[in-house]
T-cell receptor, first 109, second 117 residues
């Protein structure tokens, strides 16, 4: 079973920051938080991951709370091409990746 | 970045025939690959874990004799859907991770859409 909870859907205006929340209250100390997205009829695309510290790359920022029970993925300037289903997953290095239902993010012009 | 190539991207076959799907890691070696299946408007469901040089590990409810997995090298895993039926029509996706570098992400292929007529 997926160990995360995400809103079913979200909307965001083009050009604004999209903030996608994820709850993972049962996360254990050696589990990472991963974010992927899936655009229709494609394989999931890796976005970012982190363990304890906040992370940033060319695609997004990941903010993890101090207790690690929740996190937020931030797309700083959303574009129409960011419309996708976003999956938040927790996993340690050896575990398989189990997908939940994800958040369907729609970027509106 | 790490690239996983999946082939074919789309296949149509007749009921009762078998279909082979290939998953290759192009610029890294993978001792472990994962096979997923996705039905319309649903999330990805893990089918099996493919281990190089040993037998695959199947998730509960997945028939190992129907979905044959072979992981013959560090860069190639294959999934064969045997005696396919219309209910096997789905989107099949593979993923792989670089040789267990702590926390390294999985990388996914672009999927194979199987239609069984």
């Amino acid at each position: 079973d997926a160990k995360t909870t995400q809103p079913t859907s979200m909307d965001c205006a083009e050009g604004r920051a999209a903030n996608l929340p994820c709850n993972h209250s049962t996360i254990s100390g050696n589990e990472y938080v991963y974010w992927y997205r899936q655009i229709h009829s494609q394989g999931p695309q890796y976005i970012i991951h982190g363990l304890k510290n906040n992370e940033t790359n060319e695609m997004a920022s990941l903010i993890i709370t101090e207790d690690r029970k929740s996190s937020t993925l931030i797309l700083p300037h959303a574009t129409l091409r960011d419309t996708a289903v976003y999956y938040c997953i927790v996993r340690d290095g050896a575990q398989k990746l189990v997908f939940g239902q994800g958040t369907r993010l729609t970027i509106n012009p | 970045g790490a690239v996983v190539s999946q082939h074919p991207s789309r296949v149509i076959c007749k009921s009762g025939t078998s279909v082979k799907i290939e998953c290759r890691s192009l610029d890294f070696q993978a001792t472990t690959m994962f096979w997923y299946r996705q039905f319309p408007k649903q999330s990805l469901m893990l089918m099996a874990t493919s281990n190089e040089g040993s037998k695959a590990t199947y998730e509960q409810g997945v028939e190992k004799d129907k979905f044959l997995i072979n992981h013959a090298s560090l860069t190639l895993s294959t999934l064969t859907v045997t005696s396919a039926h219309p209910e096997d029509s789905s989107f099949y996706i593979c993923s792989a991770r670089d040789l267990d570098r702590g926390g390294s992400p999985l990388h996914f292929g672009n999927g194979t859409r199987l239609t069984v007529t």
